[in-house]
């Protein structure tokens, strides 16, 4: 699947398509979404590693148990599977991560180490569906957390993530919705967004900003 897309030419789009999204992009201004560099061969491990020590913690808390566990590899750059495969059930435990999150670790690593789940640089030839099913296969990793990775590694610009609390509070938000809205409602409207979804959402995520109310995304098995 072709990568990357013009962030000025989805925002027009975007604005044409949608009186509600047009008054609020008018507020917001640019896009400034930009892609996660690929930054070395564990980059895919380290992104998936990453969401399941996040998933139920503030980010300062996941940032500390992270940072504890690559203090014990010798490069601190990103998170690998060998280094969760050295590593012993109590020295991770150690590391302030749970036992849920230690199997789904290990199976991770597993699954990347064994190649039950394609590389980054398969996963780039996959359309949005193969990859979130392919990687969905893994313990503790869930919709959520591949929708991130499509929108935020893999730079897909179609993406819209529903169970995302963010997105939905900032949907309500820019519609003007009392309710709460429904992932059909949600999927029907954002319809008209196509094939610019992935910047909608995060013009959804700036309305929830705006308001500086903390929308926690999605945390069990997301």
Excluded at 171 to 181: M, Q, S, T
Aim: aromatic share 6%.
């Amino acid at each position: 699947m072709p990568e990357g897309y013009d962030r000025v030419t989805a925002v027009r789009y975007l604005h044409d398509a949608d009186p509600h999204l047009r008054a609020h992009i008018d507020a917001v201004g640019p896009c400034t979404l930009t892609p996660t560099p690929d930054t070395g061969p564990h980059t895919l491990f380290d992104r998936l590693a990453s969401s399941i020590l996040s998933q139920q913690l503030s980010v300062k808390a996941a940032a500390t148990i992270a940072g504890r566990l690559r203090g014990r590899a010798t490069s601190d750059a990103q998170l690998d599977p060998a280094l969760v495969a050295a590593l012993s059930d109590e020295e991770l435990r150690a590391c302030g991560i749970s036992r849920p999150k230690v199997a789904a670790l290990r199976d991770l690593a597993d699954a990347v180490r064994g190649g039950r789940i394609p590389t980054l640089g398969e996963l780039r030839d996959y359309d949005d569906d193969e990859v979130i099913s392919s990687l969905t296969t893994v313990r503790g990793i869930g919709r959520w957390t591949v929708e991130m990775l499509l929108i935020f590694l893999l730079d897909r610009p179609d993406v819209f993530p529903v169970a995302d609390v963010g997105v939905r509070r900032g949907f309500e938000r820019v519609l003007g919705l009392d309710d709460k809205a429904s992932p059909a409602m949600m999927l029907d409207h954002s319809a008209g967004w196509a094939p610019y979804r992935s910047v909608a959402s995060w013009y959804l995520w700036r309305a929830v900003d705006q308001t500086g109310e903390a929308a926690p995304a999605p945390t069990s098995s997301s």
